[in-house]
Nanobody, 116 residues
């Protein structure tokens, strides 16, 4: 089992930045890819970014050049640096971790609200 706890969400003005963090605990040695999803009101949950254990990132087209995902394996932590935020980025952001056998774990989510 893997537990994920996100932090760093909040209210920010358009153009501002936030850094989300997600700490994994439990069977962390089984974690391969970690990532971030988001779900805006009335919309489907979507992948924002993911990163392999080796550090290779993958981004949704909508956030390329705006968000940066990084990972510290020693701290079992994944980060999402979000810059130039706009109201369209308002959503609940969820951390995920995929295990060696393909099981996906989810965090409880952290709210990001961008005011215009």
């Amino acid at each position: 089992q893997v537990q994920l706890v996100e932090s760093g969400g909040g209210l920010v003005q358009a153009g501002g930045s936030l850094r989300l963090s997600c700490v994994a605990s439990g069977s962390t040695h089984t974690i391969t890819t970690m990532g971030w999803y988001r779900q805006a009101p009335g919309k489907q949950r979507e992948l924002v970014a993911s990163i392999t254990r080796g550090g290779s990132p993958n981004y949704a087209d909508s956030v390329k050049g705006q968000f940066t995902i990084s990972r510290d394996n020693a701290k079992n932590t994944v980060y999402l640096q979000m810059n130039s935020l706009n109201p369209a980025d308002t959503a609940v952001y969820y951390c995920t971790a995929v295990s060696l056998i393909g099981r996906t774990y989810w965090g409880q989510g952290t709210q990001v609200t961008v005011s215009s």
